[in-house]
């Protein structure tokens, strides 16, 4: 074994002692375990290791049952269906619901499915559950809710999730291909009344369907209704859902029912009235940094449809939306007894105005700072052989686009799909070699050297994949530093203008960059001056090896020595605005 080999292999292991590789972070209470390939309901659940008597469970449902307030428990990589792998009620039995159960996948909502095979939905929260109870990391598909009666009219609730009188959180979930499909259908993916307060950030809501055509109904994606009851959805992303009657995503309905809608994406949606959010009968929403488009109506408001509501737009983008066959934003309008309202500002509304359609008692409140234009997306969504495909509504930008949709592997030998000594092994073959399209170059700056060893081994023992990168564009949006001007802008990565960009990114570290030189990159804690403070930020994030980091200066996706030297050359900066 040569000299560089024992090197490397020193150099290696010090990273991973470094950075602690292996280490979990835990919750206050237990932690119980669920395999749907390797365990059994009757041990239990206290170790992820099968076997008798402390192996995983078997179903989700056990797992929840075996659970108490404040403790975990965490579903392995399977696809689970049957018994006890949907309906899952965290009050089970008649038991006590545990307000404090979080309920996670270990390796996110890829590999963690919960097929309900259209005979029942994923989760039912009905027992006054608050928003300690969460759900994290699942995919659920394939879901239909059950008939209820209220009345004389049947209805068919929550696809995937039925919330009623609780008030859950859920995280990083996929819900598709689920439906409500008879009667007064509602909530094709989530059904959200009766008092209900539920949370919903980071989760992907695609091709859902409430199948009734009949008033009353509606909400491809999501149904909020009834007395006191409210959604908020953060950084959520609504494409291809269907409802036959109101609310392609999303539909809000009744007195004092509400939803918060922030750096949301909803795209390629579609509904008898409001492809993309509809507001009825007293209901009300706040939209701020959203992106519409591509959403359809059949007849009123292709992205948004206000029928005696109020509903508040800012910071948002509008674009490409029709209804009726025509271009259409907005449809606003009233009854004889309730007006219908729709407040505009600070976003890009196609058409302007004339993006708007007015009604008998309806209100439109035109703000300050609209513009209209081609925002210039990334890519915009469309329909492939009736199905909606994606888009990417990132902004274009001279300066720095994020794009998320690419793939980088730091697998270097086999194709198991793990980053091991196979691969560290062809690492040290390609050690100090200069030149372009290098394997093991992961930072691309043309030479594998230290580095490309430090990004190796954070990768190390854990999925072979790293996602993002970013990329300079011909065209800058007209959308960039256009926002609010009082709205947080912090969040967005430097050269920032220091404002705020309109639609999903905007005030996040995926916002498109500005042309503006306003601002120091060095001001990691954007308090207008470079000292000890932003000293002490770097030193918190010191040798990660992630993008998106507001002390990764030049943006390479690590924070190291040449990070440092950009501090150093700006230590002192004062902001002068």
């Not at 009851?229 to 953060?234: E, F, G, M, N, Q």
């Not at 990334?378 to 686009?401: C, K, M, N, P, T």
């Not at 970013?470 to 967005?492: A, K, Q, Y």
Request: glycine fraction near 14%.
């Amino acid at each position: 074994m040569n000299c560089r080999f024992l090197t490397l292999i020193m150099l290696f292991w010090m990273v991973l002692v470094a950075w602690g590789v292996g280490l979990e972070v835990t919750c206050l209470g237990v932690s119980y375990y669920v395999d749907g390939k390797a365990g059994n309901d009757d041990w239990s659940g206290l170790s992820p290791i099968p076997g008798d008597p402390n192996g995983p469970k078997a179903t989700i449902q056990a797992g929840i049952d075996a659970a108490s307030d404040a403790d975990e428990v965490i579903v392995a990589d399977a696809v689970y269906m049957g018994q006890g792998n949907k309906d899952l009620d965290f009050s089970h039995n008649g038991r006590d619901p545990y307000r404090g159960i979080l309920i996670r996948s270990a390796n996110g909502p890829d590999k963690c499915i919960i097929d309900c095979e259209e005979e029942g939905r994923g989760f039912n929260f009905h027992s006054g559950e608050s928003p300690e109870a969460v759900v994290d990391g699942f995919t659920i598909q394939n879901g239909k809710g059950y008939v209820e009666y209220v009345g004389d009219h049947p209805w068919l609730t929550g696809g995937a999730i039925r919330c009623v009188e609780s008030s859950p959180t859920v995280i990083n979930c996929v819900f598709q291909n689920s439906m409500v499909n008879i009667g007064h259908g509602a909530g094709g993916g989530v059904f959200c009344g009766d008092g209900a307060a539920m949370t919903l950030i980071d989760c992907v809501m695609r091709n859902n369907f409430v199948g009734c055509d009949i008033t009353g109904g509606g909400g491809g994606g999501i149904y909020c209704g009834g007395v006191d009851s409210s959604v908020t959805v953060i950084r959520c992303h609504f494409s291809g859902n269907k409802a036959m009657y109101a609310g392609g995503a999303i539909l809000l309905k009744g007195q004092d029912s509400e939803a918060i809608l922030a750096n949301c994406t909803i795209e390629g949606n579609t509904a008898g009235e409001g492809g993309g959010v509809c507001v009825w009968e007293g209901a009300s929403a706040e939209l701020v940094n959203c992106t519409l488009s591509g959403n359809t109506a059949v007849l009123f408001g292709g992205a948004i449809r206000c029928h005696t509501g109020d509903v508040d737009v800012e910071n948002c983008i509008l674009w490409g939306n029709f209804a009726g066959g025509d271009p259409e934003e907005i449809s606003v309008d009233g009854d004889s007894v309730v007006d219908g309202t729709i407040s505009v500002s600070w976003s890009l509304v196609a058409g302007g105005c004339e993006g708007v359609s007015q009604g008998s008692n309806g209100q439109l409140n035109w703000g300050d700072g609209n513009i209209d234009g081609d925002p210039c997306f990334a890519v915009s969504g469309s329909y492939e052989e009736s199905q909606w495909a994606a888009g990417d509504y990132h902004l274009q930008s001279e300066i720095g686009r994020w794009d998320s949709n690419f793939y980088r592997s730091r697998e270097l030998a086999g194709n198991d799909d793990v980053v091991n000594l196979r691969d560290f092994a062809e690492f040290c073959l390609s050690w100090g070699v200069v030149g372009d399209d290098l394997a093991a170059d992961f930072d691309r700056d043309g030479m594998v050297n230290v580095s490309d060893l430090c990004m190796l081994a954070l990768d190390f023992m854990g999925p072979s994949v790293a996602r993002g990168r970013w990329l300079c564009d011909s065209v800058t949006s007209i959308c960039i530093d256009v926002g609010r001007e009082d709205t947080d802008w912090t969040g967005e990565l430097w050269p920032h203008g220091k404002r705020i960009n309109m639609g999903a990114y905007g005030g996040t570290a995926n916002a498109g960059c500005s042309l503006s030189e306003a601002g120091s990159p060095a001001d990691i804690d954007r308090d207008g001056t470079v000292d000890s403070k932003d000293f002490m930020a770097m030193a918190d994030f010191w040798l990660v090896r992630e993008y998106l980091l507001t002390a990764d200066m030049n943006r390479d996706g690590a924070v190291d020595l040449r990070d440092w030297v950009w501090l150093v050359e700006q230590w002192g900066w004062v902001d002068s605005d």
